[in-house]
């Protein structure tokens, strides 16, 4: 069981919007620790998506945001693409774990 | 351009000693603020973070891998060296290297293209 929590899955229709959810506890991301994305293509490594909440590498569409709230992180993408099929994984830091920590990973489906 | 690229045996018996190498390019590990870490990946399951070394010798391992684990740097070959005690089928999985980026947590970008390592009898 992960030290954060995503859901399983979320699908879409292309061009729609998606969210995905990922919650910590006081220890993790509500003790004020910053939330990295991860998009996974199956059989390839994971890529960065979104780091310190909110920042784009270079050659992430502006389609994908990131935002922090509390205890929990959201990464959504809007203009839903067939590309955009994967898993993705949030990432942050527990303190009383003394662990960088990883959600269990969701899995997108465009429908 | 950094890249990173691990090695190491594809099948261990149980009990076994995995030992991972990681070579990289385009970073100086004896540069300040310069990291390595390793995270793994069973079949079909999440990321687990497993071990970090930083450009100062300093290392942070797993809590509950510590006892197993042993991080490991060599500047001149631009390598990282992972070795994983008492191997067992669960530790079945790919171990992916990546380079760390300071931050409040650090975050890993970009990685290895991974090893599958195989635990069975």
């Known amino acids: 069981q992960s030290v954060l929590t995503q859901p399983p899955s979320v699908s879409g229709a292309p061009g729609q919007r998606v969210t995905i959810s990922c919650t910590g506890s006081?220890?993790?991301?509500?003790?004020?620790?910053?939330v990295h994305w991860y998009k996974q293509v199956p059989g390839l490594a994971p890529k960065l998506l979104i780091y310190?909440?909110?920042n784009r590498p270079s050659g992430v569409p502006d389609r994908i945001s990131g935002s922090k709230s509390g205890t929990s992180a959201s990464l959504a993408i809007t203009g839903l693409q067939a590309e955009d099929e994967a898993e993705y994984y949030c990432?942050?830091?527990?303190?009383?774990?003394?662990?960088?920590?990883f959600g269990g990973g969701t899995k997108l489906t465009v429908l | 351009q950094i890249t990173l690229k691990e090695s190491g045996p594809t099948l261990l018996k149980p009990t076994q000693t995995l030992t991972l190498t990681c070579t990289f390019s385009?970073?100086?590990?004896?540069?300040?603020?310069?990291?390595v870490g390793w995270i793994r990946q069973p079949p079909g399951k999440a990321l687990e973070w497993l071990a970090l070394?930083?450009?100062?010798?300093?290392?942070a391992y797993s809590p509950s891998l510590k006892s197993r684990l042993t991080i490991t740097k060599d500047t001149s070959k631009n390598q990282v060296v992972l070795t994983m005690t008492n191997m067992d089928p669960v530790d079945t999985g790919t171990y992916y290297c990546?380079?760390?980026?300071?931050?409040?947590?650090?975050?890993?970008?970009?990685w290895g293209q991974g090893t599958l390592v195989t635990v069975s009898s």
């Open positions: 070394v930083y450009w100062d010798d300093d290392k």
């Open positions: 385009g970073f100086s590990l004896s540069r300040s603020g310069v990291g």
């Open positions: 310190a909440n909110s």
């Open positions: 990432q942050s830091y527990d303190n009383i774990l003394r662990a960088w920590v």
């Open positions: 990546a380079h760390r980026r300071w931050g409040s947590p650090d975050w890993f970008d970009p």
């Open positions: 006081s220890s993790s991301i509500g003790g004020g620790y910053d």
